[in-house]
């Protein structure tokens, strides 16, 4: 998961070298945390958080085969 997020990421944003994932997993969810540059943010949110909700969508159906929640936050 982390790395499909790191992939897409680094595809939206201007600098892909500052693009910053880090995982977290539990017993019964998996945390992915996204990190980029300040000058970046609005690319990975996008418009009213659309771009932002299908990053999410995205992951947590590449997630279905592991039986675990999958949260992706924006920092």
Do not use: F
Request: charged share 30%; no cysteine; net charge positive.
């Amino acid at each position: 998961m982390k790395e499909l997020v790191e992939v897409i990421a680094k595809n939206l944003v201007d600098y892909p070298e500052q693009v910053k994932v880090k995982q977290t997993e539990g017993d019964t969810t998996i945390i992915i945390e996204l990190s980029v540059a300040s000058e970046d943010m609005g690319k990975v949110i996008g418009k009213q958080g659309r771009i932002a909700k299908a990053i999410r969508t995205v992951v947590k159906s590449a997630a279905v085969k592991t039986d675990k929640k999958v949260i992706v936050e924006i920092i």
